[in-house]
């Protein structure tokens, strides 16, 4: 079964789906998006996406033209059209067709684009065995110049980091702030377990606050793990006991070795071990 997508109304085959060349979307950046995910052909957390999609275009000044329950329908439509029962969701709003200027009042309206595929970033066996990461160069976006917590699709900053990341032979690279902080991955947020207790940078320190990120902070707190977030350091990667990572499209994953640092014993911890089963158990819920 192939994926579909839903543009401006339509459900098409993806090679249908097209684009004019002059949306701000492409030219610039301009927009915003969404990963999702559906387990056993139901969408995961889909009203909590949909939320931060939309709080996304407000920031940027962007008017989606569509309420949270329309894109929610045509979302699901979408899904079921594609008749897969697990799948990812890629949900986009772009400025709109516009000219090669930069004024967005020229974008006659904006556009809505769904696609559901599948989706597969690592393979199985790094799930058990945990994975290496280093630390980039590239800096985070600063808050006051495009803030991280808006998803827009200008990931530039994203995509150098993981240039990094390919050139040292790994799948994933640590992003710092300005002030020599870790933030998050370039796709992923992290956590670090320590004596017990389950950390994660904060908000502010310039993240993009992940739906999988407050999930596993809500499974941990129901399972009795004290979870804190307090400003991380390189330093705090290096001697945690455990750390892994979490993401739409990863869930979670864990993290065994850093800057050529062994983390923990080198293999995935318990409390890893034990808030992915609560994860997997999560999302199969019917």
């Not at 459900?11 to 999702?36: C, R, S, T, W």
């Not at 058990?128 to 998803?151: D, H, Y």
Request: a neutral charge; charged letters at 25%.
């Amino acid at each position: 079964m192939g994926g579909k997508v839903w543009i401006n109304g339509t459900i098409v085959e993806p090679e249908k789906a097209l684009v004019n060349v002059y949306d701000h979307g492409l030219l610039y950046g301009d927009g915003v998006f969404e990963g999702i995910r559906a387990y056993a052909g139901k969408v995961f957390k889909l009203r909590e996406h949909l939320e931060r999609l939309l709080e996304s275009a407000h920031s940027i000044a962007l008017d989606v033209g569509m309420s949270r329950d329309a894109l929610a329908k045509a979302t699901e439509e979408t899904v079921r059209a594609t008749g897969k029962k697990d799948c990812y969701i890629r949900l986009v709003v772009t400025r709109g067709v516009g000219n090669l200027g930069l004024d967005p009042r020229k974008c006659s309206k904006p556009q809505v684009i769904i696609i559901v595929d599948d989706i597969s970033l690592y393979p199985p066996e790094m799930y058990e065995r945990g994975m290496e990461v280093v630390t980039a160069a590239t800096v985070r976006n600063i808050t006051n110049a495009l803030s991280p917590r808006i998803k827009s699709l200008n990931y530039l900053n994203n995509i150098l980091a993981k240039i990094e990341a390919n050139r040292a032979g790994v799948p994933e690279a640590i992003m710092l702030n300005a002030a020599g902080e870790v933030c998050e991955c370039t796709a992923d947020n992290i956590f670090l377990v320590k004596r017990g207790v389950l950390s994660t940078p904060p908000i502010h320190s310039g993240i993009l606050e992940g739906v999988t990120r407050n999930t596993v902070m809500d499974l941990a707190r129901e399972a009795g793990i004290e979870v804190r977030e307090p400003t991380v350091t390189r330093h705090d990667v290096y001697i945690a006991d455990e750390c892994f990572l979490t993401g739409t499209g990863a869930e979670i994953i864990p993290v065994v070795k850093a800057d050529d640092r062994v983390i923990g014993t080198g293999t995935p911890g318990p409390i890893t071990r034990q808030l992915r089963e609560r994860y997997h158990a999560l999302v199969r819920q019917g």
